[in-house]
């Protein structure tokens, strides 16, 4: 039993193939023989993958030290290393027809996600400036959300709430977007686009494309990578002093 | 040769960052700005060139291809790491909050997509 141990978390990445492996194996299996493909295999693969993460932590599973090796599978290293891959399969007329309408969705998305997320935290009792500023931010990306919240000084308390609504937005991404796609005609790079620019959260964008239409992929990809960026440039700026002037 | 094509693409996403991560120093955030964005346009823009010059041979163009399917594993490892306890732990507020934004950036989906898209019929 031990010498397991030490074999499987010694090899860490190795470990996290095989692991991988057999959740999309069963993830597949279901898909196909059980939901008569009636929900996409990587969409099952994909939410196991959640319930997964409830075992562990701050980094899900990869708290459980036999399945570290899935941190670095899953790390920002290799999944921007793929995702810039795709890119082997985008068509650079379409993205540059779609770049007017890209670039805008961003700003919208920005704007859209902390204003909305200020009125709700409103609604939902919280008053300070700070606070509000820092939860807006979340609803943007849970890196925005901390990166805001210590530029402005929030709490730790508010600061782990901003995360948790990033977070939270990531899996409502990535469940609800192969559900929602068909009726906000996202299936095709255009649409794809604008998508990434208005959710902009990349993992939750890049999940859920993926288990909606891989091919659009790149395109949400190419988006939302611009996204966190301008996040973390207007959040603690523009959009804080805009908002100490509604509140005062 | 295969690792022509990863190194490739490893030289792509580099530059990509480096771009991003000096954009984030002039902007003033201490961050990644769009770097995995100028890679991608870098890796299309070396694609159309190398092929047209056909200097991309099918190995070599297979060790990017290899990084591009191996995406949605990662993207599963990468959904298996999250914190999703703390997501469903940040009370109300989170998710609240979280559920909303989503679901009116899905519906913003349709309207901002009709920006452009008159041309791009046409053609």
Known sequence: MEIIEKVFSKNGLVFAFLVVGVIMLGAYWVSKNILRNKIPGVAIAIIVALVLAFFGNKKGIADISLFGGMALLGGS?????????????????????????????????VFFSFFLGVVLAVALGYTDAVS???????????????????????????IAISIATGVVKVIVTTIGTPIIAKSIKLDNPHSAVVFGGLLGTTSGVAAGLAATDPKLVPYGALTATFYTGLGCLLCPSIFYYALKLFMV | MTIYGVALLAFCFLVGKLIGNALGVSIGVNGDVGGVGFAMILLIFSNGYLKKKGWLAAPTENGILFWTSMYIPIVVAMS??????????GGPVAIVVGVVVSVVGFLLVPLISKIGKNDYEHN
């Open chain 1, 132 to 158: 509000l500023a820092t939860i807006g931010a979340g609803a943007c990306t849970y890196i925005v959300g901390p990166v805001t919240g210590s530029a402005l000084g929030a709490s730790s308390e508010v």
């Open chain 1, 77 to 109: 290293m290799l999944r921007d290393f793929s995702v810039v891959s795709t890119a082997m399969g985008a068509d650079f007329d379409k993205i540059k027809q779609a770049g007017l309408a890209g670039t805008i969705s961003l700003f919208v998305g």
């Open chain 2, 80 to 89: 298996a790491t999250q914190n999703v306890k703390a997501a469903l732990s």
